[in-house]
């Protein structure tokens, strides 16, 4: 249930809808309104909130398109939530991980044009370094390779292959000027990014414990 909070720009009541959450350490609390005003072409209201949970009381602005809609517009500033990412692909691929939580950053605060190619460079890393995992000693050539024959050559586990493969469909359709896959989006890239991931951990998990139990 939403709630409502009563501000008073130039003197003008209104009763509007607060964020969900605190922008910053994501708790839900009671926030406090410490200001509201009309923005300089009068087309909306930006209102200073206070967040209520003891351990944060950071400030932050929510924005309104009133008087005709009571719903917030978006808030600023605000800190990105990032996905929790399999341990074992964390180790495997520290790189992935960076620049995934900065594509996933830059997703959240609305640079889509920025976070497909970001996504897209990210899982790069992830299929290279995952194959130099299995043939360490053919690094060199991983590393040269366009990743759609990393996925083909050096990648065996049906699973992830399948998963990778749509995940450099989409990923390149995020970089190029046409794309061709038009009834999928950067939402289901990220998708398949998780779902090679977690097919990774799953083969790496297992193979650890068939190494350390030899029959």
Not at 143 to 162: L, N, T, Y
Not at 174 to 197: C, S
Request: proline share 5%; charged share 25%.
């Amino acid at each position: 249930m939403d709630v409502k909070y009563n501000i008073t720009p130039g003197g003008h009541s209104y009763a509007v809808n607060g964020p969900d959450d605190c922008p910053l350490c994501h708790y839900h609390s009671q926030f406090e309104t410490v200001k509201a005003d009309f923005t300089n072409d009068n087309k909306g209201v930006e209102v200073v909130f206070r967040c209520g949970y003891r351990n944060c009381r950071s400030f932050f602005v929510g924005y309104y398109g009133l008087p005709q809609k009571a719903e917030i517009l978006r808030v600023k500033p605000m800190k990105p939530t990032v996905s929790r990412l399999p341990e074992a692909v964390s180790t495997i691929s520290p790189t992935f991980v960076a620049v995934f939580v900065e594509a996933e950053e830059a997703a959240q605060l609305g640079l889509t044009q920025v976070a497909g190619p970001g996504y897209r460079k990210a899982f790069e890393f992830l299929i290279k370094d995952y194959a130099k995992k299995l043939a360490p000693e053919k690094a060199a050539e991983i590393e040269r390779k366009f990743s759609g024959a990393v996925v083909s050559e050096f990648i065996a586990d049906a699973r992830i292959q399948a998963v990778a493969k749509r995940c450099l469909w989409l990923g390149n359709d995020e970089t190029h000027y046409l794309r061709k896959w038009t009834g999928h989006d950067v939402g289901d890239l990220v998708t398949l990014i998780k779902l090679t991931a977690n097919w990774i951990e799953i083969e790496h998990l297992s193979s650890s414990y068939v190494e350390s139990m030899p029959e």
